[in-house]
């Protein structure tokens, strides 16, 4: 929406303001700034055009400082407005403001302009953006979600046939979660969601990814790993989990741990289904041995893990 539009002075002639339309036809309007940078008013093309159209008003006013003929009360709109308000802004002041434009600032100091059309770009752009966020990032804890994970998955799988490296996924289910969310109720449940998803993060290499598939299961996909790389961070992710979970309610939350399954492209699958498939039976054998670990998928038989816990 911004556009680097160079502010005149106060000071400077009228006529040299006009030069500046002629010598550029993209300036639908010129910004007036005093001598601290600051907004003071705005020239629109189109009225000073049509004003030095007639007989003898360059010869009168040409040589006047163009405050005297610029608009002194333009928009004038903050950078960090939101892109809904700028656009009920301009809609109450009238259609001609789609045309001549606004100013934008920063620090109350000039910073460039803007127009209508930029400003519907900008709106499309938006909800493009947004509706991309819809389809793609969980809305509770802004990770990725199946639909994305998928999507680079199916990536991280291409590149890896090519450069013949390793994928480790590891599949997380909490231990726990649904005697939290029964006892304080779903906004708890929710926030707990929220902080296990920061742990995530902060548990993983720049470059993985963390991904929630839904309720309280939690993918994490390792490019260029391998089968020691994954226990590290597995049980970087179970000592995370463990820790205390300050929620707002009476006490710090300690009954949370996780339970991990991993597998590893391509040995122990040779697609996406079968990989999430490998890693998720994982997850279910390190509930089934007591909780609070992780266990490796067996490729020998889908039915037996091995494994070990943190």
């Known amino acids: 929406m911004l556009r680097e539009v160079p502010a ?3 000071d400077t002639s009228s006529n040299s303001v006009l030069a500046l339309f002629h010598q550029d036809k993209q300036l639908y309007s010129l910004p ?3 001598e601290k940078h600051k907004p003071v008013g705005m020239v629109v093309r189109q009225e000073i055009t049509e004003t030095f159209s007639k007989p003898y008003i360059k010869e009168l006013v040409g040589d006047k400082p163009i405050s005297s003929m610029m608009n002194r009360n333009p928009i004038i709109v903050d950078h960090n407005t939101a892109i809904e308000d700028v656009a009920r802004i301009i809609l109450d002041a009238g ?7 606004f100013i934008i600032t920063r620090d109350a100091k000039y910073l460039g302009m803007g127009n209508g059309y930029d400003l519907i770009n900008e709106i499309i752009n938006h909800r493009q953006k947004h509706l991309f966020d819809l389809a793609h990032f969980d809305q509770l804890t802004n990770l990725p979600n199946r639909t994305l994970l998928l999507d680079r998955l199916a990536q991280a799988i291409s590149i890896s046939s090519r450069t013949n490296r390793k994928i480790s996924l590891l599949f997380i289910d909490l231990d726990g979660f649904k005697l939290v969310n029964d006892t304080y109720g779903h906004d708890v449940g929710d926030r707990l969601l929220i902080e296990v998803g920061k742990r995530l993060l902060s548990s993983i290499r720049e470059g993985d990814t963390v991904a929630r598939l839904g309720g309280d299961e939690f993918v994490v996909t390792m490019l260029e790993s391998n089968l ?3 226990i590290i961070v597995a049980k970087r992710i179970l000592e995370s989990l463990k820790l205390p979970y300050d929620l707002g309610v009476d006490e710090a939350i300690t009954s949370i741990s996780g339970s991990i399954g991993i597998a590893e492209y391509p040995d ?4 996406i289904e079968d990989l999430l498939s490998a890693a998720d039976k994982a997850m279910y054998a390190a509930k089934n041995q007591g909780k609070n670990q992780f266990t490796i998928f067996s ?3 889908h039915d037996q893990f091995m494994g070990g816990g943190s």
Do not use: C, F, T
């Open 299 to 301: 490729p020998e038989n």
């Open 268 to 271: 122990h699958a040779r697609n």
């Open 8 to 10: 005149v002075k106060e």
């Open 32 to 34: 007036v700034v005093n």
């Open 95 to 101: 259609i001609q403001y789609m045309v001549s434009g």
């Open 228 to 230: 020691p790389l994954a």
